[in-house]
């Protein structure tokens, strides 16, 4: 089953607005969260990312805000570009194990 | 910067032929990985390594195999391609301990017809 679930599928945002995306986990014994950027063509990279010692982490336009309670954590693109088009990904995972990726979230910016 | 190359971007192959993708890192990380990724589906872990000649099965191995003869190198084997096995295959790597980022090749495109 799906150890991470990731909405939306799909989003489209005009320029300058907030992109948002969430995601859901069970497992408690998870404690990293970091999202990854595609881009057509290339392999996934580092966005972001969160251990769950913190609520929130923000990097320039880039914030994750995680709440531990409810077991979700989301990432909030503030001024969305044109070129933050690309499709993103959350995962998590347990030190020194696997990862687990969501569904990802193709991310499309209008001028 | 770090470096994953993947030894082809894109791949033709028919049904029951043995495939071979290569992966290759240049900062002596000792874990390594394979994905592949489909729509809707996300990254799916195939296998992964944690060190020279080890492996460890992910969550997709069926009709997978891996080899990891060098520290560099892994490889990922398609003992006989079948058509439900055209997909985006992706390699990581990273290093051992606390530090957690992993660092993807570009992928490999590959179609079995």
């Known amino acids: 089953q799906q150890q991470v679930k990731q909405s939306p599928q799909s989003l489209i945002v005009q320029k300058g607005g907030i992109s948002i995306i969430n995601c859901a986990y069970e497992?408690?014994?998870?404690?990293?969260f970091p999202w990854y950027q595609q881009f057509p063509g290339k392999g996934p990279a580092l966005l972001i990312a969160?251990?769950?010692?913190?609520s929130e982490k923000k990097e320039g336009r880039f914030t994750i805000s995680f709440n531990k309670s409810a077991k979700q954590f989301s990432l909030h693109i503030m001024d969305s570009q044109p070129g933050d088009s690309a499709t993103y990904f959350c995962?998590?995972?347990?030190?020194?194990?696997?990862?687990?990726f969501g569904t990802g979230t193709s991310l499309t910016v209008i001028p | 910067d770090v470096k994953v190359t993947q030894s082809s971007r894109y791949l033709v192959k028919r049904t029951g032929e043995k495939v071979f993708l290569e992966c290759v890192q240049d900062?002596?990380?000792?874990?390594m990985f394979w994905y592949r990724q489909d729509p809707g589906l996300g990254l799916r872990l195939i296998y992964f390594?944690?060190?020279?000649?080890?492996?460890e099965k992910g969550d997709i191995p069926e009709g997978y195999s891996v080899s990891r003869e060098k520290k560099e190198r892994f490889s990922l084997i398609l003992e006989s391609a079948s058509t439900n096995q055209t997909s985006m295959y992706l390699c990581?790597?990273?290093?051992?301990?606390?530090?957690?980022?992993?660092?993807f090749g570009p992928g490999t495109r590959l179609l079995v017809l």
């Open positions: 995962a998590a995972s347990v030190p020194g194990n696997q990862f687990y």
């Open positions: 969160i251990r769950p010692d913190v």
């Open positions: 390594s944690y060190d020279v000649k080890m492996k």
């Open positions: 900062m002596d990380h000792e874990n």
């Open positions: 497992n408690t014994a998870f404690d990293y």
């Open positions: 990581a790597s990273k290093v051992g301990g606390p530090q957690e980022t992993q660092y």
